[in-house]
């Protein structure tokens, strides 16, 4: 996996004011996506999807609410 050090992290522009419970996202040049709790930063456990999984997990969680 790419270094840590060397990632871009996104957060939701809708994430504001939730008290921090968020997380972030970043693609990696294999166009996995990889997420992590925003609270922990550097020293969160990182979670890989591929492209078609991280679209079906999205739909799951818009198609939720």
Do not use: Y
């Amino acid at each position: 996996m790419d270094s840590r050090n060397h990632l871009t992290w996104r957060k939701s522009r809708r994430s504001g004011n939730n008290g921090g419970a968020c997380v972030e996202v970043t693609q990696l040049q294999s166009d996995d996506l990889v997420v992590r709790d925003s609270k922990l930063g550097d020293i969160s456990p990182l979670l890989t999807f591929t492209t078609t999984n991280w679209r079906t997990f999205v739909e799951a969680i818009r198609t939720s609410h």
